[in-house]
């Protein structure tokens, strides 16, 4: 079955702009009717639904592109290339989850702060901070690293 551009931008959460985009860049190459207008398959569907999903875990547009070109091509031996791709991206995401990781630790801190802050409704945050993270002891140095906020 082929869909009109409409109905894929509705199915896939892409707007028509991003579905002619992805169109430019080579990710997907829609049927044409005779007067020209854009095609998708189901196929095509499944497809554009890979790509934003692997767009949203921040994979570029090139390495879409290239990843695309290999599938698509049947090119012997594209399996090696196309592993290191995902060894790529599966770095990258690694990454961006060690850099959550750490984000999402200050976040916790901050809470268990407030939470503290909060049962103990006379001590000051500031001073709070200082007695545990060793803000202004003799040595300089403290544990909890960061600034207050």
């Known amino acids: 079955m082929d869909h009109a551009i409409g109905y894929v931008a509705q199915a896939t959460g892409l707007t028509a702009s991003t579905l002619r985009y992805y169109e430019k860049e080579g ?20 497809w554009l639904r890979f790509i934003d999903h692997m767009r949203s875990t921040g994979m570029s547009i090139a390495d879409l592109s290239r990843y695309v070109s290999l599938r698509r091509g049947k090119v012997p031996g594209a399996e090696q290339e196309l592993l290191a791709i995902m060894r790529r991206h599966e770095q990258h995401l690694r990454d961006k989850l060690a850099h959550y ?29 200082r007695r ?14 960061g600034t207050v906020e």
């Open 27 to 46: 990710l997907v190459s829609p049927a044409r009717t005779p007067a020209g207008a854009r095609r998708y398959s189901d196929e095509d569907i499944e």
């Open 101 to 129: 990781q750490t984000n999402l630790g200050l976040v916790q801190y901050k809470i268990r702060m407030y939470e503290s802050e909060l049962a103990d409704a006379d001590v000051d945050l500031y001073d709070l901070y």
């Open 132 to 145: 545990r993270c060793g803000q202004g002891n003799q040595s300089g140095e403290g544990r909890c690293g």
